[in-house]
């Protein structure tokens, strides 16, 4: 079994904001669980972002995330050399297009496990990011995906209707408090091992 100190883990995120109880809070708390037992933690995000922020102030290591609207084939190329360089042991992404990215990127890295949160869309709804691009990332053979944390029960739907198999996907809400976040972190801690394990 790979143990935890000789692990890398990588968040990726387009999130500009910072949510209380949101997928980046969920995720500083697993980041700060995985450091203290001895992982590496390394986030991806927007420079110049509340996210970025208080991902410091955490004291977690933070890379800019390049994202070329007008290029994705040289950001695709981009985060490809960077997943190369550091070789995570799980790449965890939130955000459409971090989602098509990371899979995209990892494609060629196989040492990579890919894992991708779909997050309720504030004030729009469900956000029908899977659904919408997983037939192009089946037609693009990018579905490599070990493992989706949905935000509800619609978006677990949406994914097991875009072909996720089911024990792939995990249930995930927004955290309300201290007990919800504490439930999400030892859920991921549990699969994170696993796939470390594999």
């Known amino acids: 079994m790979r143990g935890w100190q000789r692990a890398t883990f990588l968040f990726i995120s387009t999130q500009d904001t910072f949510e209380p109880g949101g997928v980046e809070d969920r995720w500083f708390a697993l980041m700060e669980a995985l450091v203290a ?69 990892a494609r060629r890295v196989k040492t990579v496990r890919v894992a991708h949160t779909l997050r309720l869309v504030t004030g729009g709804g469900l956000r029908r990011t899977l659904s919408i691009l997983g037939n192009r990332f089946a037609a693009l053979g990018l579905g490599r995906a070990r493992l989706v944390f949905a935000e509800s029960e619609g978006l677990v739907q949406q994914a097991l209707a875009a072909g996720i198999p089911q024990d792939l996907v995990l249930l995930d809400p927004p955290a309300a408090g201290a007990e919800d976040l504490l439930a999400s972190v030892e859920q991921h801690l549990a699969v994170y091992r696993r796939l470390i394990s594999e």
Not at 41 to 51: D, G, M
Not at 54 to 80: C, H, I
Not at 81 to 102: C, F, I, M, N, W
């Open 37 to 105: 037992r001895g992982a590496t933690v390394r986030f991806l995000a927007p420079l110049n972002t509340e996210i970025v922020e208080r991902a410091r102030e955490l004291g977690f290591q933070v890379d800019p995330y390049m994202l070329d609207k007008w290029n994705v084939v040289r950001t695709r190329s981009r985060l490809r050399k960077y997943l190369k360089r550091y070789q995570p042991s799980v790449a965890h992404s939130t955000g459409a297009e971090a989602d098509l990215l990371l899979r995209w990127a």
